[in-house]
């Protein structure tokens, strides 16, 4: 008789997988969604400003009384008759997903890698948009690789999943990092729009502060900062490290070694909180063995105080 199969394989918790990112749907869904305005359109995400947050709808003739800046200046171009763009509400709010691919991420003590962890998150956040009647959408900093913006529909999920777990597979060769990202999720999202960034510490204190606050107007963000629990609890003996090729061995037991070692990875986590709070941005440190679920709470939480 052959001996009953594991139930984790040896790569569980380093490589993400479809399996465990569909999984998740459960622990989404079973959170109370956030409270969303009323209106008198099913799915309307209200613009807070007038002639945002709308989608194109057609173009017709130009009416004395229209607004010069709606002017459809290439079908004017084309017919010789002035036309105005017509607009209507957005039916449905965009959840944007923002994957930082840091290497540094890849990394891992318990539990699960940061990576791993982050692809878990991400699903979370697609599960909870298509609870809540989001469209859903995801990226990453690329150059090459455009942003994956599946259709409406059930299907829609999966292709933000799978998206997920081949970026947090293994390092991405291409890695234009989370400016190059932020770029792209600026074109994409519109006011009303809620956006997650998956981040490392230091792909967020790389970037300008000035950064931050114009991706907060108008819209939902959230950054969770991905973090293993030996950073912000290394244990109070000697740690065999590999720098630069050689092995190694830290003596945390030394006062003077974790105050240093404080100072390069507890205290950049206390700067980016305040930046991204400053920002109007909400944010909390995730750690690789926290429950993946565990920050959801700060989706419709309000403005960062």
Same mark, same amino acid.
């Given at each position: 008789?052959?001996?009953?199969?594991?139930?984790?394989?040896?790569? !569980? *918790?380093? &490589?993400?997988?479809?399996?465990? $990112?569909?999984?998740?749907? #459960?622990? =989404?869904?079973? %959170?109370?969604?956030?409270?969303?305005?009323?209106?008198?359109?099913?799915?309307?995400?209200?613009?807070?400003?007038?002639?945002?947050?709308?989608?194109?709808?057609?173009?017709?003739?130009?009416?004395?009384?229209?607004?010069?800046?709606?002017?459809?200046?290439?079908?004017?171009?084309?017919?010789?008759?002035?036309?105005?763009?017509?607009?209507?509400?957005?039916?449905?709010?965009?959840?944007?997903?923002?994957?930082?691919?840091?290497?540094?991420?890849?990394?891992?003590?318990?539990?699960?890698?940061?990576?791993?962890?982050?692809?878990? !998150? *991400?699903? &979370?956040?697609?599960?909870?948009? $298509?609870?809540?009647?989001? #469209?859903? =959408?995801?990226? %990453?900093?690329?150059?090459?690789?455009?942003?994956?913006?599946?259709?409406?529909?059930?299907?829609?999920?999966?292709?933000?999943?799978?998206?997920?777990?081949?970026?947090?597979?293994?390092?991405?060769?291409?890695?234009?990092?989370?400016?190059?990202?932020?770029?792209?999720?600026?074109?994409?999202?519109?006011?009303?729009?809620?956006?997650?960034?998956?981040?490392?510490?230091?792909?967020?204190?790389?970037?300008?502060?000035?950064?931050?606050?114009?991706?907060?107007?108008?819209?939902?963000?959230?950054?969770?900062?991905?973090?293993?629990?030996?950073?912000?609890?290394?244990?109070?003996?000697? $740690?065999?490290?590999?720098?630069?090729?050689?092995?190694?061995?830290?003596?945390?037991?030394?006062?003077?070694?974790?105050?240093?070692?404080?100072?390069?990875?507890?205290?950049?986590?206390?700067?980016?909180?305040?930046?991204?709070?400053?920002?109007?941005?909400?944010?909390?440190?995730?750690?690789?063995?926290?429950?993946?679920?565990?920050?959801?709470?700060?989706?419709?939480?309000?403005?960062?105080?």
């Amino acid at each position: 008789m052959s001996a009953p199969l594991p139930r984790e394989t040896p790569a !569980a *918790g380093i &490589v993400p997988t479809l399996e465990e $990112l569909v999984a998740l749907r #459960r622990a =989404a869904v079973g %959170r109370r969604p956030p409270r969303r305005a009323r209106s008198g359109s099913a799915g309307i995400a209200p613009s807070p400003i007038r002639g945002r947050g709308m989608e194109y709808a057609e173009s017709r003739e130009y009416s004395a009384g229209d607004d010069a800046r709606h002017i459809d200046w290439r079908l004017t171009a084309r017919t010789g008759r002035a036309h105005t763009k017509l607009y209507q509400a957005e039916r449905e709010r965009l959840t944007l997903l923002v994957a930082d691919t840091s290497p540094l991420l890849y990394f891992g003590t318990r539990t699960r890698f940061k990576s791993v962890q982050a692809a878990r !998150a *991400g699903a &979370v956040a697609a599960w909870a948009a $298509l609870r809540d009647g989001d #469209r859903v =959408a995801a990226l %990453r900093g690329s150059m090459k690789e455009p942003p994956v913006v599946p259709p409406p529909g059930p299907h829609a999920a999966l292709r933000v999943l799978d998206a997920l777990r081949r970026w947090y597979a293994t390092p991405q060769e291409e890695n234009a990092g989370l400016g190059v990202a932020l770029d792209h999720a600026d074109r994409l999202l519109r006011p009303g729009s809620r956006m997650l960034v998956l981040a490392d510490v230091g792909s967020v204190l790389a970037l300008p502060e000035a950064r931050w606050p114009g991706l907060a107007r108008h819209r939902e963000v959230v950054v969770l900062l991905l973090v293993d629990p030996i950073e912000h609890s290394p244990p109070q003996t000697q $740690l065999p490290v590999i720098s630069g090729g050689r092995r190694v061995e830290l003596d945390l037991a030394s006062e003077a070694v974790r105050a240093r070692w404080r100072e390069q990875l507890v205290a950049p986590v206390d700067t980016a909180l305040k930046r991204l709070s400053r920002s109007g941005i909400r944010a909390q440190p995730l750690s690789s063995e926290a429950a993946s679920e565990s920050w959801l709470g700060l989706f419709g939480a309000g403005p960062a105080r």
